[in-house]
């Protein structure tokens, strides 16, 4: 395949209890914090150029195996769910496993951004 287009949103203002909630979630990745220091300035060059965005109860954020992997996110309220097939050559549409939760604080998407991966 040749290059996407990516969309990217505008920066959207943010309290200082998100700006707070976002350094937290930055700081206890492990996956960045393994690949890159990230410093104060780091951070903040990050919050400033991140868009919040509602999501519906429900909404597959990433598909396993994709590799479109565009996005890195955060969670600011809710939580999301993680599900993947149990078995290899399994319908992704069939036989999905509950393995874990992601709530308020947590973050996801950044190891296929890193490393070019199929979405795991």
Aim: proline letters at 3%.
């Amino acid at each position: 395949g040749g290059l996407r287009k990516v969309s990217a949103k505008p920066p959207t203002d943010k309290s200082s209890a998100q700006k707070t909630l976002i350094r937290t979630a930055l700081r206890a990745n492990n996956n960045l914090n393994n690949v890159v220091q990230l410093d104060d300035q780091k951070i903040n060059q990050m919050i400033e150029v991140m868009w919040e965005e509602d999501v519906a109860a429900g909404t597959k954020i990433i598909t396993q195996g994709d590799l479109n992997a565009d996005y890195f996110y955060i969670v600011m309220d809710g939580s999301f769910e993680i599900s993947k097939a149990e078995a290899q050559g399994q319908n992704l549409n069939e036989a999905m496993a509950p393995i874990g939760t992601v709530t308020q604080g947590g973050s996801f998407g950044e190891l296929a951004l890193m490393y070019f991966a199929p979405r795991a």
